[in-house]
């Protein structure tokens, strides 16, 4: 189990500035987004730096699912700075884009696709020390505080990758629900199928035992190792909130049990499938976004077309998980439970359609558009979203059952309707 | 919460030598103790180091409950070897010695009261840079692999205290099932204890929230912080791997599958006290052990009197948490619930003798001495008792009701005879 380090609590986001002095940080780039940039959470990360007199400058120019441009100017304004520490306070989008300027200032002479995962990317293992990085997260999602992935989409191909190396994590994680209070409802319910799906899909991964190839060097083992007793924790702790409280914080801005519940949650899954990994929902989803023609997500406010990470994710789950099931079935059954489905007369040969029954209650009652035609696919798109798959292989092959071209396009199919 | 890294699988420690490899290690000290270096964990450890060429002495003369005396030969040892990097393979005793042989060594002008805790010590917080110490728990215990935390016996005043640094804590955790099989039936009980109490006490005590001081700067937070919704999670975890495994652990040594997992839930319960601290039942174990008048503890090869830790701390459980339950009794009666306690019709005013009863028939089925009358302890030592536990505040103020020295009398008192 690899480390994460994290503080809880409101209000502790007022503690950055000292935590930047106790670093003897003298020079701080502060990353957030346009949007953010005008409401309390950045405003009470600054008035710390200022009380401590921790000399600052802001980036907040973060592109809500960052691209690889998006990421290289982060990068250049980082060059330039010569910062000695980093503070991110957003969403995914912010926390991944700031992993990705500390990283490449700190290796000014790489070329960007040197860490950047293979196949894309050449995947060179991280060698110089970076600045230390506090992420304060803003959403109740990624879990990117604790786990060490970047993800961007690369134009060039239109498709989501990421940068993965234990060396980009962040140092301290701030965990503040007090931030959670000025999500609107759909960043509220994305980002919580975003840890939904990261924790039955960690859950549900190969087996860490069952994966291959195992190198017998530990160094070269790689960071999504399958699924293990200490990443089924966090998985399961996670699921057992996301089933009490998504939908309590998804529909009301001021149950703040519900809010700080699903703020800890996400780092908790964070935890699990930083460790353990993801698959076919996470492999499925960076097409899905990579490729979105003119889809407008409400309560983003950002000026161009976006999936938000977390509905392309959650919109494969029923077909994906109907699709996993045979391999472990008790697992997926046990999570269907979880979520509130009746398991008492559920033979074991129904796991796949016990929980994707569950996962359609969940989505259905929280509003969530009917599948992939209702976010602007149809089935001519389905090779390119099964061409965009394949080279997600870091995750896909953590899948339990293996997956063929064949059964990725029936899946997308399956998909498109979720009702 | 604070960081741990660890590794679980049969067999993992046959990778301590490449690890070291990939550190850069080439001087290694092993350290173990002279029973064990007898025995398989430390030969596969060895065997490792051989087959990738590293360099290594060994030091096998830690004592069994280390003393002042003890660490102070270990940290000789250390300073001559000028080893830049360490191994320790074997329960608390070894690990915790390992972890004072370092610091001292990488820091050869401190006295050695300096980092010892207050008011003993000087709780000097550690500044310099120590060298890797990979640990490999031989015993299902203490979860020292996980903890910044070395107890040993203050000899000039005959009471056990420690040393707390997040500095201190091993650099990776290497959880080999396979050193289970090793262990006799009391260090598997007693162990067992240990990890038992770290969780009940981990998750009743004074939650983070409560505690006072609460120093404004984060990095003068105590390490054992409270109870928390995060040490929480490992705490009920462990518990109920101990509720389900600990007496198949005992009896058979061929059940591998409960000595397994009693291995893994060794180290969750550390990482659980780690951060959230211990109460009572510790407080108050380090006189009963420190003060050790003639016990010989069966199954323990070694040629001095010796209350096993596990044993010392377990023993006033029925009696703390009696005493603890009126503050938070739901989850007193939660944790005897996973202890097998019939909780249906129980009053939330009984869940302190729910508890302790539910304790008390775990420690009779598993044939543990009758109280403290049975090691050797009468009431004419109940002064000194409470008089070695004073100096304990680092715990005992974690209790979540506070005590008087009446309190911590009657304490003893009513854990000379349990049956
Ligand atoms: N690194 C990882 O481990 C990891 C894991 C999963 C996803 N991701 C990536 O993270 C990105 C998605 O991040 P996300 O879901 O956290 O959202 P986000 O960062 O993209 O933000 C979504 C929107 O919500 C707004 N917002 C965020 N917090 C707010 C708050 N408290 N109040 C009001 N508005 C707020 C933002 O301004 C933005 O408009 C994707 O690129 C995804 O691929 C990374
Ligand atoms: N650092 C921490 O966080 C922490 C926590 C709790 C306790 N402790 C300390 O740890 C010490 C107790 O450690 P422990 O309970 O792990 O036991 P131990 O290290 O004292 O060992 C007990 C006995 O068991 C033998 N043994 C160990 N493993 C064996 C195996 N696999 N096969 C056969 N024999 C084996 C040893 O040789 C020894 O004789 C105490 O000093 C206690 O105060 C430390
Ligand atoms: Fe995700
Ligand atoms: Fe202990």
Chains 1, 2 share one sequence.
């Not at 600052?56 to 060059?79: G, L, Q």
């Amino acid at each position: 189990m690899a480390v994460s380090n994290i503080r809880y609590g409101a209000g502790v986001t007022k503690e950055v500035g000292m935590d930047l002095q106790n670093m003897g940080a003298k020079n701080v780039c502060l990353m957030t987004d346009r949007n953010l940039s005008q409401l309390p959470p950045v405003q009470m990360a600054l008035d710390s730096l200022v009380k401590n007199g921790i000399n600052f400058k802001v980036y907040d120019n973060v592109r809500v699912e960052p691209t690889d441009r998006s990421f290289m100017e982060a990068i250049e304004f980082a060059k330039k700075g010569a910062f000695d520490a980093y503070v991110a306070v957003g969403g995914g989008s912010t926390i991944d884009t700031c992993k990705a300027a500390n990283l490449y200032a700190s290796s000014p002479h790489s070329d960007f696709l040197d860490y950047v995962s293979v196949p894309i990317g050449k995947g060179k293992p991280v060698s110089v020390p970076l600045k230390p990085l506090i992420a304060v997260p803003t959403t109740s999602g990624t879990g990117s505080e604790t786990t060490g992935v970047a993800i961007f989409d690369y134009e060039p191909l239109k498709v989501k990758i990421g940068i993965g190396s234990r060396a980009i994590k962040p140092t301290l994680g701030l965990i503040d629900p007090l931030h959670t209070r000025h999500m609107p409802d759909r960043v509220v319910a994305n980002s919580g199928f975003d840890v939904l799906c990261h924790a039955l899909e960690s859950y549900t991964a190969l087996p860490y035992h069952m994966r291959s190839p195992c190198p017998s060097n530990p160094i070269s083992r790689p960071a999504y190792q399958g699924s293990n007793p200490i990443s089924d924790i966090w998985a399961v702790h996670a699921l057992r909130i996301v089933a009490k409280y998504l939908k309590r914080a998804v529909r009301n801005p001021d149950d703040l049990e519900a809010r700080s519940n699903m703020h800890l949650a996400s780092a908790f899954a964070g935890i699990g499938f930083g460790n353990a990994g993801v698959h076919l929902c996470h492999g499925m989803s960076y097409p899905i976004s990579g490729l979105v023609k003119t889809y407008k997500a409400k309560d983003y406010n950002v000026d161009h077309p976006l999936v938000p990470h977390g509905l392309s994710v959650v919109l494969t789950s029923p077909a994906v998980f109907t699709f996993t099931a045979q391999m472990f079935p008790e697992r997926h059954l046990e999570t269907a439970e979880i979520l509130g489905a009746d398991t008492r007369t559920a033979r074991i040969a129904d796991a796949g359609p016990v929980l994707a029954d569950a996962l359609r209650k969940l989505l259905l009652d929280l509003d969530v558009d009917d599948g992939l035609a209702a976010i602007g696919y149809s089935k001519a798109d389905i090779p390119a979203l099964v061409k965009g798959t394949l080279p997600q292989e870091r995750v896909t092959k953590l899948s339990p059952r293996p997956q063929s071209e064949e059964d990725l396009s029936a899946l997308f199919e399956a998909s498109m309707k979720l009702y």
